[in-house]
């Protein structure tokens, strides 16, 4: 066993160098470490996690039954206090508490945005790890499947699925995870072309792991954390779209409480019922600013690249 001056011995050295390219991985700060010295990412976080909370506490400290109006304290203002106590952000059309309703419409603003997410990457990450990894022509027949998905607008592939299951809570988690995926595949296809022909990779295959092996130990773990960034912001445009669809009357129905059907319920008295749509406008705005910034935050803190020009 022959050595280099002052260095280890040669054959330790080489089987350092091949354990290296085998895992590809290296040690990196933890990310509660990163989160300490980024604002973004605390005011990220402590945004998400207090609106999840809020979500999950919701029916057990409302002040007002966010269903049940009563037609003579309708349209009142913020600060409002009649009989049965004080309307903090005002009543709507029925006389229900607005402050109440936005607790409430939490809840299903934030199972759409996760469950839909949820659906979506984990057919996108398939789909794109299918594709990437076999190459040639499957992958160019399985893109040619994503454009056609891009090529149908969203509003047709709404009013299909509305039209086949029916309007609902479930229809508009399938619609919002069904339409999704496209993006995930794209992504991790990309992704995995590039993994694929990094030298961890190729050491693997020197050795005679199998495929599987190979995908689910050595380039899915490098892919992931695109898919992971890639989710945390797709939570807030999921949260839009369920607002979106559910003020024009294709998302979940009443008497079920989301901040959607309250924009919809206050369009027509905007000038003189702000009220209604100015809270459960910021409450939306303020969730997805939440998610922008946590989703910015993962992506530095994920991607070396990025992390090692800081």
């Known amino acids: ?19 290296t390219l085998v895992t590809g991985h290296s040690r990196q700060p933890s990310l509660l470490s990163l989160l300490r010295s980024s604002p973004i990412g605390l005011i990220g976080t402590g945004i998400i996690s207090l609106v999840i909370v809020l979500a999950l506490i919701s029916p057990y400290i409302v002040p007002h039954d966010p269903i ?11 600060g409002f206090t009649g009989d049965d106590g004080t309307h903090l952000l005002g009543t709507d059309q029925l006389g229900r508490d607005i402050f109440s309703r936005i607790l409430v419409g939490s809840r299903v603003s934030v199972l759409v945005g996760v ?5 979506a990457g984990t057919i996108g990450v398939l789909y794109g790890l299918t594709s990437g990894f076999l190459g040639g022509r499957v992958d160019g027949f399985m893109m040619r499947i994503c454009d056609a998905m891009l090529s149908i607008p969203f509003v047709i ?25 496209v993006t995930y ?8 072309l590039k ?18 092996w190979v995908v689910l130990h050595h380039i899915l773990p490098n892919v992931i954390a695109s898919a992971i960034v890639l989710a945390a912001l797709q939570v807030g445009i999921t949260m839009l779209a369920e607002s979106s669809l559910s003020f024009l009357g294709l998302g979940v129905k009443p008497p079920t409480v ?13 000038n003189s019922a702000w009220w209604m749509t100015a809270y459960p406008g910021i409450a939306i705005t ?11 935050w993962l992506r530095d803190s994920l991607d070396p690249n990025v992390r090692g020009r800081d």
């Open 258 to 270: 989301t901040w959607g059907i309250q924009l919809a319920d206050g369009k027509s008295v905007i």
């Open 68 to 78: 049940r109006g009563n037609l003579r304290t309708r349209y009142k203002p913020p």
């Open 1 to 19: 066993m022959s050595t280099g001056p002052g260095g280890p011995p040669a054959t330790a050295q080489s089987e350092g160098e091949v354990a």
């Open 286 to 296: 303020i969730t997805v600013l939440g998610v922008v910034f946590l989703g910015d």
């Open 115 to 119: 469950v839909a997410v949820m659906i």
């Open 185 to 192: 595949a794209r992504v991790i296809r990309g992704e995995v």
């Open 157 to 181: 592939r709404v009013v299909a699925i509305s039209g086949i299951v029916g309007p609902g809570l479930v229809t508009l988690i399938l619609i919002l995870g069904l339409s999704g995926w």
């Open 195 to 212: 993994a694929r022909e990094n030298d961890y990779v190729l050491a693997a295959w020197s050795i005679g792991q199998r495929p599987l």
